[in-house]
């Protein structure tokens, strides 16, 4: 099963992801804690400016403004 890491601050995204049988890993100092293929982040490390360095080479989704059941349909769209 394909793994989503998922940021310590959205918790109740990673509950309800993990209640739709998806398998959820932490990210600590940035970096997924085990094999993922997406990333669920807050949005709140946003570049002002746009740019942004590439730091993985997977899928990343800003949860900022999202319902978990958005986030949900996201997570689905990019694994399969």
């Given at each position: ?10 918790s ?14 932490d990210?600590?100092?940035g970096?997924?804690?085990?094999a993922?293929?997406?990333i669920?982040?807050?949005?709140a490390?946003?570049?002002l400016?746009?740019?942004q360095?590439v730091v ?8 900022d403004?999202l319902t978990?059941?958005e986030?949900y ?8």
């Open positions: 099963m394909k793994a989503v890491a998922v940021e310590p601050a959205l109740h995204i990673r509950q309800y992801l993990e209640a739709q049988g998806l398998q959820c890993v990210i600590r100092d970096q997924p804690q085990g993922a293929a997406v669920v982040q807050t949005g490390d946003k570049n400016m746009g740019m360095d993985h080479d997977v899928p990343c989704i800003s949860a403004g978990p059941q986030v349909e996201r997570v689905k769209r990019v694994l399969q």
